[in-house]
Each structure stands twice: as structure tokens, then as C-alpha cells.
């Protein structure tokens, strides 16, 4: 089954700290841009940062900058986002997707994850 597999999420204090993980089963992450997006209730949803297949190029929302890192082990199938200094509006459900591309934010995505709830409260 190809499919994208988000982790990590979960509740923290304003200020902390999550590492998001997001793994691919059943194909290469090699040649895909991987974006980050998250949708809080009542939002829309937005992009937060993203990959190029490469590593090479990596692009944030101005909401984010400073404050997360994107990252990817191709070896291990796997993209990361660390998000640091975390705020109550950083609160909402997070999901990654895989764009066949060299650069970063695809156009179009093949896989979407099911998401995972990032919570920001004290």
C-alpha cells in the first residue's frame, strides 16, 4: 500500500518543542518535494514548509521561519519537522504530502498523509 504516515504530534507548552515525522511505505521518497501543511478549525488550510527531492532547497511559511526545520534521511524513507518555540497558534492538525518534483511546493502532491494533531497549551 503506498501511503504517507505523519507522527510525532501531540500536546505541549507554549515555548516546547515537537519533532514531526513523516513516512513513506510502499514507494521512494527519493524524487518527491515534501510539503508540510497544517489546518487549525475554521482555517484554511496553509502551507508551512517544504523540501525539494534533493534536500537541497527548502522554503517556510513567514508564520514558521526561524522556528521550524525541515529535514530528510532518504535512506530512511523519511521527512522530519522540528518545530521549536512553539505558539498557541501553531495549534492544528498537520500533514505532510509528496509532489513528484526537483524544487520545492509541487504544484500537484500524489500522497497525502492522514495527519497528525499538534496541540499548543498551557
Known amino acids: 500500500q503506498l501511503q504517507l504516515v505523519e507522527s510525532g504530534g501531540g500536546l505541549v507548552q507554549p515555548g516546547g518543542s515537537l519533532r514531526l515525522s513523516c513516512a513513506a511505505s510502499g514507494f521512494t521518497l527519493d524524487y518527491y518535494a515534501i510539503g508540510w501543511f497544517r489546518q487549525a478549525p475554521g482555517k484554511e488550510r496553509e502551507g508551512v514548509s517544504c523540501?525539494?527531492?534533493?534536500?537541497?532547497?527548502?522554503n517556510y511559511a513567514d508564520s514558521v521561519k526561524g522556528r521550524f526545520t525541515i529535514s530528510r534521511d532518504n535512506a530512511k524513507n523519511t521527512v522530519y519537522l522540528q518545530m521549536n518555540s512553539l505558539k498557541h497558534e501553531d495549534t492544528a492538525v498537520y500533514y505532510c504530502?509528496?509532489?513528484?518534483?526537483?524544487?520545492?511546493?509541487?504544484?500537484?502532491?500524489?500522497?497525502w498523509g492522514q495527519g497528525t494533531q499538534v496541540t499548543v497549551s498551557s
Open positions: 504530502a509528496a509532489g513528484y518534483s526537483d524544487y520545492v511546493w509541487p504544484l500537484e502532491y500524489d500522497y
Open positions: 523540501i525539494s527531492s534533493s534536500g537541497g532547497f527548502t
